[in-house]
């Protein structure tokens, strides 16, 4: 201003000058004002909204809101709905579960409805499962409106839980489990999916205990009671509150079908066992057919020897001429005696005729 009062005292061109300074002058307020109203309108409103909720947010808190990037109307609306609901959370306990990467409405709505329907869970507990990356709104819910899970879960593909009784025949049963989350456990413990192995896991376990299938159709109930002394809630988020079995159906008889695979097997062991033993006897046959071949060359090679040895007779005198014409004249009526008796030349009974003669 003092610029501009001096302007105003210069020459002849004082009065054109102080309009030129004067327009600049506005125009700069003007834009200044727009920015800060850019950047405070927003605060002032959220502020006076807090204000007139008796939320306690300072103008201070929102202006450093702005600077560090927090959603300013997500965390004032937050702070709202828990003063109007008689919860103490601060602001900056809002603002580190947001920074933190954590869904502030969710938490601020699941503590309002444990509050309602009187379940301990406190801000920290609520904000570590909201991180773990759990629904606690659906937590809440499933606390106070406990939740029906299939066994087994038809997204598995399965729709039936299979066993077979000591008496070989097969079960298929349907189960369904009532469950109630459990706040206290739900950071760490086990999902759904633990609930329904285990669950499958009881119920093949009872009826492959079950001495006759007929038992398990006449008491179903049984089956739910072992399973549920077995604890199988230990170590997850839920609580089991009853295991209904839906449905039981008799399947195939698994141990007749067993009977006959057994039976089949032994069938093919035993062809196999007397198609080696016929072998072995094939292979017996030759070596006997072999040997006999073999000693029939035997014999023929000592026969052999017999010309032989009669000529080393004859050499040494030993043997004349006349006992030779004997043997050949011996020779000749004993083979004319077999072919008579029907006998070959291997024979005995011609030979003992003839030494009879003899």
């Known amino acids: 201003m003092g610029y501009l009062l001096a302007a105003r005292n210069v020459g002849g061109e004082g009065p054109e000058l102080w309009t030129i300074l004067t327009v600049i002058g506005v125009i700069v307020i003007g834009v200044f004002g727009l920015i800060i109203f850019a950047l405070v309108g927003q605060v002032i409103g959220l502020w006076f909204q807090a204000f007139m909720s008796n939320a306690g947010v300072s103008m201070l808190d929102l202006i450093g809101m702005r600077f560090r990037k927090v959603d300013m109307r997500s965390i004032v609306l937050s702070r709202i709905r828990a003063v109007k609901s008689g919860l103490d959370i601060t602001v900056n306990d809002l603002e580190t579960h947001y920074l933190a990467g954590g869904r502030v409405q ?73 469950v109630r989350t459990n706040i206290e456990r739900l950071v760490g413990g086990a999902t759904e999916e633990t609930i329904i192995a285990r669950v499958g896991e009881g119920i093949v376990t009872s009826i492959g205990s079950s001495n006759d299938y007929k038992a398990v159709l006449e008491n179903p109930d049984t089956i739910s009671k072992r399973v549920l002394e077995k604890g199988l809630d230990a170590g997850t988020a839920f609580e089991i509150l009853s295991i209904d079995i839906a449905d039981v159906d008799v399947g195939t008889n698994v141990g007749a079908q067993l009977q006959a695979d057994q039976a089949e097997a032994d ?36 026969e052999a020897t017999i010309p032989l040895a009669i000529a080393e007779a004859f050499r040494s005198g030993n043997l004349g001429v006349m006992d030779y014409y004997r043997l050949k004249n011996i020779q000749s009526d004993t083979s004319m005696r077999e072919a008579i008796g029907g006998k070959g030349p291997s024979g005995n009974e011609p030979k003992n005729r003839h030494k009879s003669s003899a």
């Open 106 to 178: 969710n938490v601020i709505s699941a503590l309002i409805a444990a509050d309602r329907a009187r379940i301990d869970l406190g801000f920290k507990t609520a904000c570590a499962i909201d991180l773990a990356g759990r629904d606690i709104i659906e937590a809440v819910h499933t606390s106070v409106n406990p939740k029906v899970i299939d066994c087994p879960n038809l997204a598995s593909g399965k729709h039936t839980i299979d066993a077979v009784a000591k008496d070989g025949i097969q079960l298929k049963a349907k189960a369904r489990v009532t």
């Open 267 to 302: 069938k093919r062991r035993f062809q196999a066992e007397a198609e080696k033993r016929a072998a072995m006897a094939r292979a017996r046959e030759a070596e006997m057919a072999a040997m006999v071949v073999e000693n029939q060359a035997k014999v023929v090679e000592a």
